[in-house]
């Protein structure tokens, strides 16, 4: 079975911090997605990578950074955290472009 | 554009009931859909695909191209259906050819009630 695991359930931090969100996986997939949840909002995409140091922006990137170093680690930076990144991130991996989703638990990230 | 509707934000139903969770889709190709589910407290994860034409805990969802819906159904609803609903839709074509990103519907939150 597939494992996704996000590196923190809940998470506080102040306005202007630099924040890591970390996801590890453990299937050797190709490819890596960073999405947030909101109320109201649905699913949208922040950032994805197809393979190990590549990365490109989905439909929401203003104010993110990802790193994908190694296969299975794949980590979003907050550059500067501000309120309006208060949210549900939830990190997705799958095997190829044709196989389905396999979500993490979820980050719940409060910015005071 | 591509766009995934689900009209219903939230959809209360009682046990027993038959349940349907509306999808609608807009695509000028041949799209691959999908319904995930979020359970309370637990990850969104696949509940089905329409390729795969099955039914999994007494859902089915057929893919309507005349329509461009792909609704999530079940005949009697259990309270243990009570989640987050998303369907989503695979036709985002790159410069490779390949389909790579989904379109996600806003979801709809099922209740089912006692």
């Known amino acids: 079975d597939v494992k996704v695991t996000q590196s923190s359930r809940y998470l506080v931090k102040r306005t202007g911090e630099k924040v890591f969100l970390e996801c590890v996986q453990d299937?050797?997939?190709?490819?890596m997605f960073w999405y947030r949840q909101d109320p109201g909002l649905g699913l949208r995409l922040i950032y994805f990578?197809?393979?190990?140091?590549?990365?490109e922006k989905g439909d929401i990137p203003e104010g993110y950074s990802v790193s994908r170093e190694k296969k299975e680690r794949f980590s979003l930076i907050l550059e500067s955290a501000s309120t309006n990144q208060t949210s549900m991130y939830l990190c997705?991996?799958?095997?190829?472009?044709?196989?389905?989703?396999?979500f993490g638990n979820g980050t719940r990230l409060t910015v005071t | 554009a591509q766009r995934v509707t689900q009209p219903e934000k939230l959809l209360s139903v009682f046990k027993g009931a038959p349940v349907e969770l509306k999808c609608n889709y807009s695509?000028?190709?041949?799209?691959?859909l999908f319904w995930y589910v979020q359970y309370s407290r637990q990850r969104l994860q696949l509940l089905l695909r329409?390729?795969?034409?099955?039914s999994i805990k007494g859902f089915t969802a057929d893919l309507n191209k005349g329509e461009t819906s792909f609704h999530l159904k079940k005949p009697f609803a259990q309270e243990e259906d009570s989640a987050m609903y998303y369907c989503?839709?695979?036709?985002?074509?790159?410069?490779?050819?390949?389909?790579?990103?989904?379109?996600w519907g806003l979801g709809t939150s099922l209740a089912v009630n006692p």
């Open positions: 997705a991996s799958r095997e190829s472009y044709n196989s389905p989703l396999h």
């Open positions: 990578s197809y393979d190990v140091k590549m990365k």
């Open positions: 695509y000028s190709g041949s799209p691959e």
């Open positions: 989503a839709l695979r036709g985002v074509v790159d410069n490779a050819g390949n389909n790579r990103k989904l379109i």
């Open positions: 299937m050797d997939h190709e490819n």
């Open positions: 329409h390729i795969s034409r099955e």
